[in-house]
């Protein structure tokens, strides 16, 4: 679809024609593609990109960094797509394959020079880029044409040498190997003028020369935000144009119509539109919302589902919109009603959805995608969704997505009759994001501000939608860093931007506010003083900045409010068993015991696993376990039984007796169990969707422990459904060592007062405060927490700067050292995040790479290494468990049940694998203990534990494309007796410890046991 039909590669010279840019994988001679054939190419891509599947929004705010219109940001775009790889032109590339030895790939190279180009009188151990040389070549074509300034030159031509996802140091032996002087270079003067007659036959073939006299003439320059986004737009395009098989490798030939060809190619790719959102309109509201989210006819919109859309539709530019409510509010509604109102309003093209774990992504991506299934039905289109997790595969609702496959036969309408499809293009670690629709982690977002490979990608992917983040306070110092850079760069795309909490302190939301208004220039707008109300809506924009408290109505403040009985208990395991038995024994109950570390959990769960065996009146499945260190699918299967039991609609069976055994959810329906005794770690904090009578938890900061009252009493329920003894709301603390002292300001002795394991996780003085603060409400109110009245108080009072010390003759001396560790650690936390975030103002895009961490998105691996970056922890090594045997290895044997027998058989190391069995492995991955993950340098636990798991690796599995990239954790099938009974074992050694996988307990260290 070429703008300047008239031209056409015939045009060209032979020399020009005879370049080659593109090979068949398999080395066959016969096909290639010639270069001009590709540039013309990718430009006509890109030009369908701009007009067809970039958002409106986005065009916009391109062409404004641009200082451009959106006709001439759209031939500069083509100009550059078309220009990217005339670095190929040199003798470096064109003769790379002569260099091979292999006869049958000679022919390139004398291709070359029968058309009359020399290969000769070159280093041919000097390694250049192609990109590098694009770079070099083009800028000084520029600057001879034009006669603008470099910086100017540069910020046309960086995209060119970050074609392929990152810029390069560039050496003066390289710039002068490139150079347009013969007598410095090594390019003859054909070679120049090839150079010359490819930039010319490209800026008329795009029509560009107007748009480039514009800019050096005029006193304009693309900004860096501009040159992300145009160069992630080249980047789709070249991939687009480069693949053969909608692009055929037509050698040197003229396509017999360029038009034809880039449009059945396009076509091909089976790209879907940006998103027309349709706004609701306030007074239609409820009637939205019942559509939308298929509630009852009687059902009205909450209040702070009222006042986000209200909010939302005063504002006066895309910003900044935080809404403040308590668990149960309904504001992942009100998140998805403002994110429409915003897409509609500035012509954003889809949505983001982050959450803190991919369990809390997977549950909200069941419920985004029939959201969006409803939504698109009333327009009718065809839009993408993608789950941005790297156990995307294990989750049924995005594999039962209708596929849209690459093809050539019939348009995206035609193909599929749903509306919401998951894109074969359209996917993958880089490509994902950039589909209408994604649901995924934060750490998604937190790329966006890491120095990575194609990073650009993400900008491009998250310019045209609106984001959305759940659980914005679940975030620490270290991550804050990189999600405030976020923030910034969203706000120069002018990007919508929804934060939802309910426990968000005042200092928090400052920075979060501040961070936005530092990408679009309002600083001056932020008040002094941030609102305490509760719930609460906060906006933001380059216009305004609002903060509207929510009414709520006396009688649904009655109806949601709970007293909660708060009382601390000793840290005894077995008199934790002894009181949780004791107090479900007449009626059952379901209660959750909430452990701040996988191996707590482990060790309380065994606890009462043998107290419930040993008691004749109960049985051991009463009692369950749910940490990180599941396998994936183990996991999976065991979080889907607990929200069947344990969710809203789970309701206890009149027919139940005291007697009964535990009901399984997944055989009995959505039936509460009359007893359920859940072990688990954080997992349960956020990610599970459950309701349970009594809260049994483990101290943590204030904030998160909130977080975890939240799963207390969480559904309204009618009084046959809970127990009589836990009627009124419980919540027992423990992980204290001297859970007796009522008052820090006490003379006390210097001591560990919290759990050693748990001050890993969180900061002491954080801890420190906020059990102060807690001690303080508990001591005035009787031990009573009003939720959700109590929240905003308590979490301002334990982060607010006026925050002062009980300063007691005994405590004083520590908290002071506390504090001074503490803000010590945090400025630590942003020193490391300033090393490899993206600066929050770059003048040219090599800036944007500066200290490059390196592809992210290659692998699992390269990926477990963004998470860890980003996260301030240690990279985790996440290890796929098979089972040793004589001449081979097996899946765990539990996970072939019901499959086909063959699946069950021993396979050979190097031996090739059914796809099913290898789609079975990579759902059996389990992350080590962090004894195992410590450091990343050669000679430290993570290196000698990866390297040990690589010599266990089935050789196989490089080739596999489920499991390439991954290692085994081989585990052996062992015999031992166990109080006279023998008793089998799953376990392997892994640098002298003893570690032991079960479907019951998952991975654990049993090195004690073995003593």
């Given at each position: 679809?070429?703008?300047?039909p ?7 010279s032979?020399?020009?024609r ?7 994988r ?8 010639n270069?001009p ?11 369908i ?24 940001t ?18 470096f ?6 260099q ?30 192609h ?29 060119a ?35 010359d ?7 008329e ?49 003229e ?16 790209l ?27 059902a ?56 803190p ?14 959201w ?5 039905s009333?327009?009718d ?12 595969a ?17 348009s ?8 919401i499809?998951a ?27 890491l120095?990575?490979k ?19 306070h ?73 903060e ?37 024994a ?11 570390t996988?191996?707590r ?29 599941f396998a994936a ?26 007697h ?16 359920r005794i859940?072990i ?44 009589a003894?836990?009627?009124?709301p ?14 820090l ?10 759990d ?5 996780l ?37 982060y ?21 560790e ?20 770059c003048?040219?895009l ?26 301030d ?39 090739e ?27 430290s ?56 996988y ?7 260290d ?6």
């Amino acid at each position: 679809m070429p703008v300047n039909p008239e031209l056409t590669i015939k045009d060209l010279s032979a020399q020009s024609r005879a370049l080659w840019a593109k090979t068949a994988r398999d080395d066959d001679s016969s096909a290639w593609l010639n270069l001009p054939q590709h540039l013309m190419d990718t430009a006509d891509v890109a030009g369908i990109l701009w007009d067809e599947w970039l958002p409106a929004s986005t065009r916009h705010i391109i062409s404004q960094l641009c200082c451009l219109t959106e006709e001439q940001t759209r031939k500069l775009l083509r100009w550059m797509a078309g220009t990217h790889d005339i670095g190929k032109a040199t003798k470096f590339f064109q003769g790379q394959l002569e260099q091979r030895g292999k006869p049958e790939q000679r022919i390139f190279a004398e291709r070359v020079r029968a058309a009359g180009l020399s290969l000769d009188k070159y280093d041919k151990h000097q390694k250049v880029l192609h990109s590098v040389a694009s770079y070099l070549i083009l800028g000084d074509w520029l600057f001879e044409r034009y006669g603008a300034p470099r910086g100017k030159i540069d910020s046309l031509v960086y995209p060119a040498q970050a074609h392929h996802g990152t810029t390069s140091d560039i050496d003066s032996n390289i710039i002068s190997l490139l150079s347009r002087d013969v007598r410095e270079g090594e390019h003859e003067h054909e070679w120049i003028e090839v150079w010359d007659e490819l930039y010319e036959f490209m800026t008329e073939y795009t029509q560009a020369h107007d748009v480039l006299q514009c800019i050096f003439v005029e006193k304009c320059k693309l900004r860096v935000e501009a040159q992300i986004q145009m160069t992630g737009l080249i980047i789709c395009a070249d991939w687009m144009a480069s693949n053969a098989d909608i692009f055929p490798l037509i050698g040197g030939a003229e396509s017999c119509s360029q038009s034809v060809r880039v449009r059945e190619g396009y076509q091909a790719l089976a790209l879907t539109r940006p998103w027309e959102a349709q706004a609701p309109q306030l007074e239609e509201l409820d009637t939205y919302l019942r559509k939308a989210f298929s509630w009852p006819n009687t059902a009205q919109a909450r209040p702070v589902q009222r006042a986000t859309a209200s909010v939302c539709e005063q504002m006066q530019a895309p910003g900044l919109l935080i809404v403040e409510a308590p668990t149960g509010e309904g504001k992942t509604e009100a998140a998805l009603v403002a994110a429409e109102i915003c897409a509609a309003r500035w012509n954003l093209g889809g949505i983001f959805l982050g959450a803190p774990t991919m369990s809390t992504s997977n549950m909200l991506f069941a419920r985004i995608k029939r959201w969006a299934q409803r939504r698109t039905s009333v327009s009718d289109q065809v839009l993408s969704m993608f789950l941005a997790h790297s156990k995307a595969a294990l989750n049924n609702e995005y594999e039962e997505l209708p596929r849209l496959y690459i093809s050539d036969d019939e348009s995206v309408e035609e193909r599929i009759g749903e509306n919401i499809v998951a894109s074969q293009w359209l996917s993958g670690r880089k490509k994902g994001i950039l589909a209408n629709f994604v649901v995924g982690t934060v750490d998604q977002l937190l790329f966006m501000a890491l120095r990575a490979k194609h990073v650009m990608l993400r900008h491009l992917g998250f310019a045209g939608k609106v984001v959305i983040i759940d659980e914005v306070h679940a975030y620490d110092a270290y991550m804050s860093q990189y999600l405030e850079r976020a923030l910034t760069w969203l706000a120069r795309y002018r990007v919508p931007v929804i934060l939802l909490s309910a426990t968000l302190p005042i200092g928090v939301k400052r920075r979060l506010v501040t961070a936005y208004a530092t990408g679009c220039g309002n600083k001056s707008s932020i008040p002094l003083s941030l609102s305490k109300a509760y719930p609460l809506i906060t906006a933001f924009s380059s216009q305004e900045f609002m903060e509207k408290t929510v009414e709520v109505p006396e009688k649904e403040v009655k109806d949601r409010s709970a007293k909660i009985k708060v009382s601390f208990i000793a840290d005894e395991i077995a008199e934790l068993t002894q009181q949780i038995l004791k107090v479900t024994a007449e009626d059952g109950g379901c209660v959750l015991v909430l452990c701040n570390t996988v191996t707590r959990a482990q060790e309380t769960y065994m606890a009462f696993r043998d107290a419930l065996v040993a008691d004749s009146r109960r049985h051991e499945d009463e009692v369950c376990l749910l940490h990180a260190r599941f396998a994936a699918i183990d996991r999976l299967e065991a979080e889907e039984k607990l929200m069947t039991e344990l969710g809203a609609k789970a309701h206890r069976s009149p027919r139940q007796e005291s007697h009964d055994l535990p009901i399984n959810g997944a055989d009995s329906g959505e039936v509460r169990p009359r007893s359920r005794i859940l072990i688990a770690t954080q997992v349960a904090e956020q990610s599970l969707d459950i309701d349970v009578d009594l809260l049994v938890t483990d101290f943590a900061p204030i904030d998160l422990f909130l977080q975890r009252v939240g799963r207390l009493h969480r559904h309204k329920r009618n009084a046959e459904d809970r127990p009589a003894q836990l009627q009124a709301p419980q919540v027992w603390i423990r992980a204290l060592k001297e859970p007796k002292i009522k008052d820090l300001s006490a003379k006390h002795p210097k001591s560990d007062f919290f759990d050693r394991a748990s001050l890993y996780l969180y900061d002491e003085y954080t801890m420190m405060r906020s059990y102060h603060v807690l001690l303080k409400h508990l001591s005035r109110t009787g031990g009573i927490l009003c939720r959700p009245d109590d929240i905003p108080e308590l979490v301002h009072a334990t982060y607010g700067s006026e925050f002062s010390c009980p300063c007691g003759e005994g405590w004083s001396e520590q908290w002071a050292e506390l504090k001074t560790e503490s803000e010590k650690q945090q400025e630590r936390s942003r020193m490391r995040a300033k090393t490899f975030a993206i600066p929050d103002k770059c003048n040219k895009l090599p800036e944007v790479f500066g200290y490059d961490v390196g592809d992210i998105a290659r692998n699992s691996q390269s990926e477990e290494r963004g998470y860890a970056q980003v996260r301030d922890t240690d990279p985790s090594i996440e290890a796929v468990l098979i089972v040793k045997r004589l001449s081979g290895y097996q899946p765990l044997p539990w996970l072939c049940e019901g499959e086909n027998e063959a699946l069950s058989a021993v396979y050979l190391p190097d031996c090739e694998l059914p796809r099913r069995l290898s789609y079975i492995l990579a759902t059996s991955t389990v992350r080590l203990p962090r004894r195992f993950c410590i450091g990343g340098t050669k000679g430290s636990p993570f290196d000698r534990a990866l390297t040990e798991l690589e010599k266990h690796t089935p050789l196989g599995w490089q080739h596999d494309p489920l499991l390439r990239g991954m290692v085994a954790l081989e585990l052996e099938e062992i015999e031992v007796l166990k109080e006279g009974e023998s008793v089998k074992y799953l376990q392997c050694e892994l640098l002298g410890r003893t570690l032991r996988y079960s479907r019951e307990v998952g991975l654990y260290d049993a090195t004690s046991e073995n003593e």
